[in-house]
């Protein structure tokens, strides 16, 4: 269904608002992250995560206000490496490709592959997962490596009863009955981990030719240096994945190409960057100045409103710097950690 894009890019958003409150300079990071991205198929969504900062710096910088969550978190972590073998904190870079399959007018889809580089042995950890899943998986060959296959919708649903946390329990509701696919997983390399679609796989390991294009590269490279890079590719629109009102501001979200982004953080502040590229001018205009009156309208409506929530939602609107460079409209948002804080729910 369309909303599986938007399933798809909300499950990078969660890891992102983890990955986002920490920053250093990382000319080493940079390098391996661009390694894996240009090692990924030909894609219309990619990520790029550095792995280590995320797990060792950024949960507990994000939840130094909710203690009890990053305790949930980090036992949840350890249940799924007891579960299936592998421990999502030894992945330092993590790089993600997403093709975009439109099945039917109303059934659009994701392919996603990924690449994951850590401290580990790529192979054991294969094996680990091959054991915690109780031998169910088959084996295929994809030239000279053998990838295995599991379901992970029946992992899930064995384990998820371990799961107490209410708002995790929601996320895995909503999330379980889109787990139609199996998911396919080798090593790569020594230390980095393959997994996804086997389409994807097979298309990665055999396809030389087939890579990221250098336009979607430039894009999630704006910022290197970033905690978490995303970009998407939208040949077509986005009308194709989202309904849109036959109105100005709908005509100039359709104009949109391409969404690119990071989130990082600059001392105190946790910051937001995005940048929407229209296919021409016209439409770029028209979402820039849309963009600036629902700011300044969201603004003055939040901000005079007695309820607390509502003032944080009126300083965080108007925090936000809206630009536009040529065809493409620029978005940032800086947000204090006491903000972060009470959006979290201090504890």
């Known amino acids: 269904m369309k909303k599986r894009l938007f399933v798809f890019l909300i499950a990078a958003a969660l890891m992102s608002n983890f990955a986002a409150l920490v920053t250093a300079d ?24 550095d792995g280590k ?13 909710n203690k009890e969550t990053l305790d949930e978190i980090n036992a949840h972590a350890e ?11 030894q992945f330092e870079q993590i790089a993600v490709g997403g093709a975009i399959k439109q099945n039917s007018a109303d059934d659009i889809d994701i392919e996603p592959v990924a690449l994951a580089r850590g401290n580990f042995d790529a192979n054991s950890l294969v094996a680990l997962a091959k054991f915690a899943s109780e031998n169910n998986y088959r084996e295929e ?41 199996e998911i396919a997983i080798t090593a790569y390399d020594a230390n980095t981990l393959a997994f996804g679609r086997l389409e994807r796989l097979k298309l990665m390991f055999t396809e030389s030719k087939s890579r990221v294009s250098a336009d979607l590269m430039a894009a999630v490279n704006r910022n290197p240096n970033a905690v978490m890079n995303f970009a998407a590719s939208f040949p077509n629109g986005i009308s194709g994945f ?19 982004g990071s989130i990082d953080a ?36 939040l901000g005079n409103s007695k309820n607390e929530n509502n003032k944080l939602y009126a300083r965080l609107i108007e925090n936000a710097k809206i630009t536009r460079n040529g065809t493409e409209v620029l978005l940032d948002l800086s947000i204090l950690q006491s903000d972060v804080n009470l959006l979290l729910g201090a504890k």
């Open 26 to 49: 990382s000319k080493s990071s940079k390098k391996q992250a661009n390694a894996l991205l240009a090692l990924l198929p030909a894609s219309d969504v990619v990520i790029s995560m």
């Open 53 to 65: 900062r995320f797990f060792d710096t950024a949960l507990p910088q994000i939840l130094s206000g």
């Open 79 to 89: 249940d799924f490496k007891k579960n299936t073998g592998i421990d999502p904190r």
């Open 141 to 181: 060959k994809v030239g000279a490596r053998t990838v295995y296959i599991f379901s992970p919708k029946k992992l899930i649903e064995k384990h998820r009863s371990t799961v107490k946390n209410p708002l995790m329990q929601k996320i895995l509701n909503n999330l379980l009955p889109r787990f139609t696919h």
């Open 242 to 260: 989202v309904k849109l009102a036959d109105d100005d501001l709908g005509n100039n979200l359709n104009s949109i190409r391409r969404i690119s």
């Open 266 to 301: 600059a001392g105190e502040n946790f910051v937001i960057a995005a940048a929407a590229k229209s296919v021409n001018l016209a439409g770029a205009q028209g979402l820039h100045t849309n963009l600036v009156v629902l700011r300044d309208f969201g603004v003055g409506l």
